[in-house]
């Protein structure tokens, strides 16, 4: 249905159902259960007066094939897309220093997923991510999200190094990680205005991607793998900039 998409999987729908429950059309859920946490999903649902269909397991099956539902399918209102000028607002309006997330051609769901979970608990203000050649918000991702692609802000533009050198004009320094840097990621200042720039999981960061870096850095790897996955990198970095802010914070109120 033109305008709807899908979230499944109890953790996701019970978030949604908390943080967006304007957008739940209908509630699918699988007769015959009667757990704690379905009952805790219909609870909720009764208070968002969603409208709840009790079908069995194979109509939920036949819904979304393949799909890990766990009993549970919401019928949503396809959130508005954003872009490069919902961008330049996020980074107009931001009042402290901004830590924004940009992938470059991200195309596993579970890697987007797994770094929307990593947004949401770390505080990043944007996640960013081309249109074209990289994974969007599709059920499979809101599943592994488990509820933060409701509550992450998710942009998409249509060219990446533009919408770099958009944030680069406005104060946002973007730092590249890649294998080959000189500089490790430990040595670099993350405190101001920061976009982590992180590649997809075939090529890594492309050319033009690179250019548009103020700076690259590394991860120092001390065994015999070459790289890490990219949502255990992206992890990293985020949360050293985490780091060195909550220390910054301290200093100046101590």
Do not use: W
């Not at 094939?65 to 954003?82: C, D, E, S, W, Y």
């Not at 402290?96 to 505080?123: E, I, K, S």
């Amino acid at each position: 249905m033109s305008g709807d998409d899908y979230a499944f999987g109890m953790h996701a729908v019970r978030h949604l159902l908390r943080a967006a429950p304007e957008r739940v059309r209908a509630l699918h859920v699988q007769a015959g259960r009667k757990d704690a946490p379905m009952r805790t999903l219909l609870e909720l649902a009764r208070t968002a007066r969603a409208r709840v269909h009790v079908v069995d397991r194979r109509e939920l099956d036949r819904m979304l094939p393949g799909a890990r539902h766990q009993g549970a399918i919401a019928l949503v209102t396809a959130a508005r897309p954003l872009d490069e000028h919902a961008l330049v607002e996020i980074i107009e309006r931001a009042t402290t220093p901004l830590l924004l997330l940009v992938l470059d051609g991200v195309q596993d769901p579970h890697n987007l997923g797994a770094m929307l979970r990593l947004a949401d608990a770390a505080g990043v203000d944007a996640v960013v991510a081309p249109r074209d050649r990289a994974v969007g918000l599709t059920p499979g991702v809101r599943k592994v999200a488990s509820g933060a692609a409701e509550t992450v802000t998710f942009v998409q533009v249509g060219n990446l190094a533009r919408a770099l050198g958009l944030m680069r004009d406005a104060g946002v320094r973007a730092v590249g990680a890649v294998a080959e840097a000189e500089a490790s990621l430990y040595e670099e200042d993350l405190t101001a205005s920061t976009a982590l720039v992180l590649g997809g999981e075939a090529q890594g960061l492309r050319r033009l991607t690179r250019e548009r870096c103020d700076r690259l850095v590394h991860l120092p790897m001390r065994g015999e793998v070459e790289s890490l996955n990219v949502a255990v990198t992206a992890g990293i970095c985020v949360y050293e900039a985490v780091r060195q802010r909550r220390l910054r914070a301290a200093s100046k109120n101590a």
